[in-house]
């Protein structure tokens, strides 16, 4: 069909929508011409859809960004930000205002290349990194499911939309949000499919052959198709879906760049500025005569009339809210709100005196295990799950011991073997608010994981990271299974707290401050293999200052050994040796870098001290030069580990009592 | 249907095969029960499947491993790690002795917990990490196919075969996988998926509820469907599958631990010893009466014969490979071989003299391409690609410029959105042999791919990432697309060379030492923005010792500054600054810390020098303690990045020459 023709069937379709959707198409072209940079084609593609869904179908305030019944949308597709910036300025939310738009990208604005969470209201998430929207879309389903179940669908009954592109389609974490929301039945989850056959390098045919509605039947969805500038059947689909019982899946045929007479339909228009000429042109196709960020006031009105008609559903929201039992009402709200309820400092202490009293060889995933206890008991807004390892990682304890199905939304999730997908599902169920979500696997398969921990730390969340099987120390599923660079290359993850703990009393205290953590995503590496408690008193959390002097051998120091989780009690042995043969000793452990980091000096001076330093993980030696002198200063890994049992894994890679005494000697001196 | 029915039907069908898939079931539970650790089940259900395959189709000769035309056998789910040995023993394979049986999961022995490649014959790749083997395995089949339209069919006509589990479906990356090798027909890639409805949850039904045959088929594959203890219908299912043009899943109905009469059927045998008496029992239900670890004379004979089989075809090969042109037997040994052609060192100094006579002021990543474009021209082994970003990574030049579709095997592989798949599919290529894979991405989306290059680096062989933007210098995209902790924790995996060249010149030796590393993986982090070239004369590899003094201003040092990539210029300008302030400064090149390291400590010593020294990377800091005295030494960024135009970002995140020089002089004392 010739592009005018597309054009005028468009408007012929549905005049009103089409004009709402040139709002949406004129920004952001006009958008990315003063940017220079940034994506046109998916906005302009998506325009008819995005009018439909916001004005006919979205459940939102635009007044109230966060009331927390709103219907949640997902831009998967993120480099297509122009359409949701239009969107939030043309519906009138207040942060989102014309310079906003007309800064987009630019230093000091919110309206940045990606859409980010936290940066302004209606941005519900961070995305970009594709394939990762629906998956995190499919955690706020999740959530919503089990808000639901606790506090009544009268007070959360809300849908989860996504828009997504082939790009989220070929990535696999795709297929695994697609996976576990098909087996959830989340049937409020609907997704739209900007089937438009373009990515960046061109026809979808060059990479991308399959049958995508099947794949999604295949898995358990509903599945739609029409036409993507058909105001009238997206309305229809949007409507079919709402009433499925499965995930819908629409997949609406759309031109990339519609309007854009040249360009229009091909990976030209993908990202980058269409160039004055062909804006010039594209406006004029679409009928569209304003100066460039200029609304005409009419079709403002109609726009800001849609961020206004969800206002009534919302007051009825309040009032059904305000007639709650109060007891609820509250704990709706400190739920939402993140905050801990008074009586989780008691539990702690209680734990931690238990602890005391009875004093536990364990290993740090045991350890975790009864932290955990303690926890979700005090705290039911955890919501816990495993990557298929629940009995190694051992996050499923009794309070939590309900399965969530696709019956019973329960506080036990099994994500299957799909790390990637389980953390970003984690990261929605984080951002929908209400609950907090952790989760296990390998600590060497946060590899798996990566991208969606760094999207946790860089949207300021409290996710929390179960990794077990902290080393070598797992011993005999070898290499591929032992993580060496793993710790060191997530301390390098920004606003990432990583937390090793060495006995149970550290590991309940890195939890404590694991799910006090709302804006911190914490990632606990814990060992598979056992080790003795090393903590006897005190009810200090000496683990949230990251560091700090867990034994003093002697007066002063000759010299410090600082350590990590199964490594504190291996350089206390060490201590201990090398005090008999006369040196005075400080073993530091050190469960979070990031916590020590942000310390005084003067408590970082006093810990580290001025003896010469040794430190000593089970794990890459990378990174270690933060706190010790030299590379040879560290007692740790040089290269990938072995399959064969753990103790012999720790002699055969040298890290041992005797070599931390041997360089101890050489250090001070004294031998 | 009770589990004695169950055995006595496998054993009726095909008495013979019967008796050879129990010496594997024998063999693997003797194995796991003298590591006392394992996982047995998976060996004792495929057991039956592995029997037909070996003893009917596979085409192999135990006797040599290395026959370029072999068949690949994959493991996908590499914890059923006994299968494979024990089919290595019996088949007799000359290193896997029943020595290694008895000492599986030991030090010193190759019979690892998971298959690690390179460790002995017949192991074609590790496994373990889900998914990454039969995302592998397609690469072993592109690599096929593009061999075979080179070498021809003669000398190149093999299949891959793989088995998986249930896992290697649910991870992401076996979607992107399966997605990929559908689009591209591979039709000589064959799949039996050991569909035994356990993980080690429990039932697959906590998490995975799909139609495995029809999400197969919605991405082009053939699928059949069969009783996975069945030997006569396995036979005729691999028969059907090979005569298909395209790829096929076969989709075996199996009992995991197949024969342990209380535990078979349940996720208890998947991944510990059956214990003693179950063991014990399980052997009786099977009729096996010989000694722990005994292969009766008879059945290891017709196994030794299975091994032998393939000998005839072997020579038969030799032959037709003896009878072909001189230099095509020469070429084609060459490249197996991994060997670089005698002409690959004119083609790199004319470039590098061409650079010297035109200096090129140009993004690394268009040096990349500069280099790829005489590369390329030297070495037809060498295969591009990208995950959908080749305008972006530019990545095809013009001797690698055909695509490779199902039709003809080209030099370029659209791998889609697939950055995981891609780096698992690069593999599978660099170990097939005969071709050096490339393929590029984002850098920041090297996570997305990360546990792959992990398996690179472990597996030592040489698959090259290409991996532009690699810092705030992409600008307007924002932080969910620049790396800042990317290149530390990618130097923090062993045995990987990453590389961050600083101009034409370096960009062009890094690519000279990537293609010529053949056991180390190379990583090269290139830039979108601009930078002059620094090197205008010399004929030697400086590049090669990671790092080098690349300017001296005045004599001795007062300071030196050590920087990467495209913060080398800023250095240098920086120096230039300090040098008409009076000071005399050595600016240090780093691009490869890895090869840096390897230096003698006499090299090292004088490059660093005795002066304070100032890191300059406008990545994250991590890790730079290794070379200078403190973090506050390195002007680096300190958290994540924002969306605004490069130079505004430079300036706003402090990474510039006023930074750099205060510093300086804060250090030296001198201002």
Redesign the interface.
């Known amino acids: 069909m010739p592009k005018d023709v597309i054009i005028s069937a468009a408007e012929e379709k549905d005049p009103a929508n089409f004009a709402l959707a040139n709002c949406i198409r004129a920004l952001s072209i006009d958008g990315v011409e003063a ?1 220079k ?2 994506h046109p084609g998916a906005p302009m593609g998506m325009a008819d859809a995005a009018a439909v869904l916001f004005s006919k179908h979205l459940k939102f305030d635009a007044s109230a960004p966060l009331w927390p019944d709103r219907d949640r949308f997902v831009l998967s597709n ?1 480099h297509g930000s122009m359409l949701l910036y239009s969107l939030l300025y043309l519906t009138g939310y207040e942060d989102t205002t014309i310079e906003q738009i007309k800064n987009f ?4 604005y919110h309206t ?3 859409p ?1 969470y936290g940066h302004a209201g209606g941005i519900e998430t ?6 990762q929207g629906i998956a995190t879309a499919v955690g706020m389903a999740l959530a919503e499911r089990r808000m639901a179940e606790e506090f009544g669908s009268d007070i959360v009954d809300h849908r989860t939309y996504v828009f997504l592109g ?2 989220c389609l ?7 949000a697609i ?2 929301a ?2 959830q039945k989340l049937n409020k989850l609907i997704v739209l499919y900007d089937d438009n056959s373009i ?3 061109g026809d979808t045919s ?7 509605p ?2 999604f ?4 969805w509903n599945t739609l198709e029409c036409d993507g500038h058909d105001a009238t059947a997206l309305d229809a689909a949007l409507t079919q879906a709402k009433d499925s019982d499965k995930p819908t899946m629409i997949a609406m045929k759309t031109v990339i760049g519609f309007g854009a007479p040249t360009k229009g339909g091909t990976a030209k228009v993908h990202g980058s500025p269409l160039g004055p000429d062909e804006a010039a042109a594209a406006k004029a196709a679409l009928g569209w005569d304003a100066e460039p960020f200029d609304v005409p006031a009419d079709l403002l009105t109609k726009w800001r009339d849609i961020g206004a008609r969800g206002a009534a559903d919302h007051a009825a929201w309040l009032a059904k809210f305000d007639a709650l039992d109060a007891d609820l009402q509250a704990e709706f709200t400190r739920r939402i709100n993140g905050e801990m309820p008074p009586e989780l400092s008691d539990a702690v202490a209680g734990a931690k005196a238990a602890l005391f009293a009875e004093p536990q060889k364990v290993a740090t995933r045991k350890a975790s295990q009864m932290a955990l206890e303690t926890l979700t008991e005090a705290l039911p807004e955890m919501i816990g799950g ?1 990557a ?5 990682n051992l996050t499923r304890v009794p309070a939590v011991d309900s ?1 969530f199905t696709a019956d019973h939304a329960g506080r036990y999730i ?8 389980m953390a970003a599902a984690m990261n929605g169920i984080a951002v929908h608010g209400g609950l907090i979500p952790y989760g296990g696997t390998f600590l ?2 946060s ?2 994981a ?2 969606a921990i ?2 946790s ?2 949207m300021e969340i409290g996710t929390i990271y179960v990794m077990t099987h902290d080393s070598i120390g797992l ?7 032992q993580p ?2 793993h710790v ?8 990432l707290n990583v937390m090793r703990p060495a006995d149970t009393v550290e590991t309940l205290e890195c939890w404590d401050i694991a799910v006090r953590s709302r804006k911190t995503p914490s990632l606990m590496a814990l060992s598979r293999q056992g080790v003795p408690q090393l903590r006897m008193d005190g009810t200090e959390n000496l683990s949230a200052k990251g560091a700090y002097v867990i034994r003093q051998f002697g007066e002063g120091r000759d010299v410090t050994l600082i350590a990590t989780g199964t490594e504190v009690s291996l350089a206390v042995e060490a201590a201990e040796a090398l005090h008999a043969d006369g040196l005075n000793v400080a073993v530091v452990s050190m469960p979070c870098w990031e916590l020590f980091d942000a310390q005084s000096p003067d408590y970082r001076a006093a810990t580290l001290g001025d003896a010469p330093r040794i430190a000593v993980e089970a794990l ?1 030696t ?2 270690w ?2 706190y010790v002198a030299s ?1 040879d200063d560290v007692i740790g890994m ?3 580990g ?4 753990a103790n ?2 720790y002699e ?1 890679f040298g890290i041992t009592k005797e070599a931390i005494v041997a360089r101890a000697k050489a250090l001070t001196g004294k031998s």
Chains 1, 2 share one sequence.
């Open positions: 940017a940079s940034g993120g990208r630019q230093w000091g940045a290349g990606h980010e961070t995305t970009g990194p594709l394939g082939d790009g070929q990535e696999g974490i795709g297929q695994e996976s576990l098909g087996h990515t960046i390098d060059i990479s991308f052959s399959e049958d995508v099947a794949r039947r295949a898995c358990g495993s298929d390892l629940t009995g190694s399965q099994g994500y299957g073997v799909r790390e990637f997908g060497v398969f590899d798996y990566r991208n760094r999207l730390a860089l011993g005999e599923d070898g290499p591929t299974h060496v660079e060191a290359s997530l301390r390098a993850i920004p606003n890459s990378f990174g030069t933060r590379e040089r290269g990938f072995a399959s064969a049992p012999i894994l055969k």
